[in-house]
Nanobody, 127 residues
Framework: QVQLVDAGGGLVQAGGSLRLSCAAS????????MGWFRQAPGKEREFVAR???????YYADSVKGRFTISRDNAKNTVYLQMDSLKSEDTAVYYC?????????????????????WGQGTQVTVSS
């Protein structure tokens, strides 16, 4: 069982950058598909990005070209680099891990596809 701790959120101006981190313990992140989700007030949790066990990445259209998911296996940590931030990126961001094996283009894009979650970190983008 893996435990996840999210960090790196904060207040940033539109056009700025932030890097979120997700430190894992209890198991290696290479055994999981790792994902990032976000939830704005009054909205459902939505998919942002994911990285498969073999490092294939996939992004939501709303963040493609601006956000980058990566991982450092030695540090057992996943990152989300967020550039060109917009006010609509304001949300609580959550890291998640899935131990399941699923196939298809849109898999691992739903919260129910994931088994473990970080506590979330607030990102606020001021316009």
């Amino acid at each position: 069982q893996v435990q996840l701790v999210d960090a790196g959120g904060g207040l940033v101006q539109a056009g700025g950058s932030l890097r979120l981190s997700c430190a894992a313990s209890g198991d290696s992140i290479t055994r999981y598909t790792m994902g990032w989700f976000r939830q704005a007030p009054g909205k459902e949790r939505e998919f942002v990005a994911r990285m498969s066990r073999n490092s294939v990445t996939y992004y939501a259209d709303s963040v493609k070209g601006r956000f980058t998911i990566s991982r450092d296996n030695a540090k057992n940590t996943v990152y989300l680099q967020m550039d060109s931030l917009k006010s609509e990126d304001t949300a609580v961001y959550y890291c998640a891990a899935s131990g399941r094996f699923m196939h298809g283009r849109n898999v691992y894009t739903r919260p129910n596809d994931y088994d473990y979650w970080g506590q979330g970190t607030q990102v606020t983008v001021s316009s």
